[in-house]
């Protein structure tokens, strides 16, 4: 018995391997490249990721007035203490967070309503949600929401159902570490005080195990509640920056009511239009995927009075979209995360429900094969979505600086090059002038971290043009864009140069160029001077 017992666990623990590795398999292909480009939030959350290398101690992060929970970022620190940071290496470490969160949702359904049925149809329906795939792939503290609630309501009813006091301790680990990931986690308690209130009631929890798991997250939690009682900006600053209040009271209760309305539609009608986010208006379920969810919610509401799983996910659904509720931009599908797990959780059921009705009237064989058919027709329409339809849409890479990252990846790549060739990498190969916001960007930082100090400047003048005194020379590599209009000074006063690389829009339209000026065509400081009293050159920086 005990051996069957242990092969059994070996058994579901493969299993839950073998669902990560698929979910991983969905969320790798072409992550470097799509999403296009590297998006700022993406870029800042890499370089705290890496400061945490020098300054491993630090509990809230803040980078250019951008308050952010911890946990995300000493996840990229850790990782990029054994590899590269790249897009490839950030991104990945998203995609292993959303590949986590599949078999998280399976055991979540084992331990909750004891079906594996359901909990089955559930990781498959969440493994290949294009809402998920996509924010797998986005290098964004957001990802780590749904896969930590998931852990959280199945840390509690598994200590339920142990019915032992060190359950209950790690149950309230698992919760207090919850809120280092993200700030609508803070709404997760008042989501656990329905089971935890039902199993009072029903004496299934007793009085030293509650304090146990309350004490336990409370001591997770008391580092960071430090923090926000020393800095309230790290508190209530994100909240601040996106309260439907700004405007007055009753413009934010306008906006309150038009949120509801749009986040209720976001699930089957109208979803988000930011393209960074979406498929500009796609709900986030297919057709078919919402029959199956209304279905679920019915029959979810029906059991509820009978099972508190089932009763959970109302406040569950309902509390995580307030954070895009109470925000502009509504329906946010970045701040709404944290309510796709139980959408994906009453869409299971729908389908759940409909096997077994299939299996009373048609048989096991040929309700398997329906119910097969259909789940792949509802993951299989998500996937062409994503990696067909949205891939290509040209809103989409014009929402994550694709065209400075394309920039920077051309020095970066033109570095390499020099290195290889061994010709003493930039010290004797070229200098790059960027105008300044490009060259301040985050995601210009993070694409040319390795790109050898010296080797790109902010665009000076008149060193961009002559170069300082006392430097080797070396070949200038400006880049006029469509906005400073730089090349038509460059071609007329330095008609010795090259248009060297050209960038284009997915339009078509060349948005920028990098200029060659050869070494021997560097103009005099005198003559760089005399340009700058000719031509304004403010507008060109």
């Known amino acids: 018995m005990l051996m069957h017992e242990t092969n059994q666990r070996w058994k579901e623990f493969a299993f839950l391997i073998l669902l990560f590795a698929i979910a991983l398999a969905t969320r790798l292909p072409l992550i470097d490249s799509h999403p296009p480009g590297l998006w700022y939030d993406e870029a800042i959350d890499g370089l705290d990721g890496l400061s945490l290398h020098q300054n491993p101690f630090q ?3 803040t980078t250019e007035e951008h308050p952010r929970e911890p946990m995300f970022m000493y996840i990229i620190g850790f990782v990029f203490l054994f590899l590269k940071p790249t897009v490839f290496t950030l991104r990945g470490t998203s995609a292993l967070i959303g590949a986590a969160a599949v078999p998280a949702l399976y055991l979540l359904l084992r331990i909750g309503v004891k079906n594996k049925r359901l909990a089955l149809i559930g990781a498959l329906l969440l493994l290949a949600s294009r809402w998920h795939i996509h ?25 339920a159902r142990k019915n032992r006091l060190s359950a209950w301790i790690l149950a309230g680990v698992i919760l207090g570490l919850g809120f280092y990931t993200h700030l609508s986690f803070r709404l997760a308690p008042a989501i656990l005080a329905v089971p935890l209130i039902w199993f009072w009631r029903r004496r299934e929890i007793k009085m030293g ?5 309350i004490a336990a997250a409370s001591l997770v939690f008391l580092p960071l509640g430090i923090d926000y009682l020393r800095n309230p900006f790290h508190f209530w600053g994100r909240m601040d920056q996106i309260s439907p209040f700004e405007k007055g009271v009753g413009a934010g209760l306008r906006m309150i009511i038009h949120n509801i309305w749009m986040s209720l539609l976001m699930f089957n009608f109208h ?28 029959l979810c509401a029906k059991r509820a ?36 797990v139980p959408a994906v959780i009453f869409m ?20 398997v094969i329906i119910i097969t058919f259909i789940l792949a027709a509802i993951s299989a329409w998500d996937i062409y979505l994503y990696f067909g339809l949205y891939r290509g849409d040209p809103r989409l890479w014009h929402r994550t ?30 200098v790059f002038y960027l105008p300044k ?105």
């Open 401 to 430: 600086n694709a065209a400075w990252v394309d920039a920077a990846r051309e020095i970066k790549n033109y570095e390499l090059r020099i290195m290889n060739n061994k010709s003493g990498g930039g010290a004797k190969g070229a």
């Open 348 to 367: 299971a059921v729908g389908v759940a429900e409909s096997f077994e009705w299939l299996q009373d009237f048609l048989r096991l064989k040929r309700a």
């Open 305 to 340: 009075m009978r099972d508190v799983f089932y009763l959970t996910l109302f406040p569950w659904i309902g509390l995580m979209l307030l954070n895009t509720i109470l925000s502009p931009e509504a329906p946010h599908f970045g701040r709404s995360l944290g309510a796709f």
């Open 59 to 61: 509990i809230f992060f």
């Open 437 to 541: 916001d490009i060259y301040y960007h985050a995601s210009v930082r993070f694409i040319t971290l390795d790109v050898p100090k010296g080797a790109m400047k902010p665009m000076e003048f008149p060193d961009a043009l002559a170069g300082r005194k006392g430097e080797l020379p070396r070949d200038h590599f400006l880049l006029a864009t469509v906005f400073n209009n730089l090349y038509q000074i460059l071609s007329v006063e330095i008609p010795n140069g090259e248009i060297w690389r050209e960038f284009r829009a997915p339009e078509g339209n060349t948005w920028g160029i990098f200029y060659r000026v050869p070494q021997n065509s560097l103009l005099s400081q005198e003559k760089a001077a005399g340009l700058m009293k000719k031509y304004s050159f403010e507008s060109y920086r």
């Open 209 to 213: 195990q509650a304090f146990a798991f």
């Open 271 to 298: 979803g988000d239009e930011n393209p960074l986010l979406n498929i500009p208006g796609m709900p986030l379920l297919n057709p078919l995927g919402s029959l199956f969810f209304f279905w679920g919610i019915y």
């Open 135 to 159: 924010h797998s792939r986005l290098a964004h503290r957001g990802i780590l929401l749904p896969l930590w609630m998931c852990l959280t309501i199945c840390g509690m009813f598994w200590a």
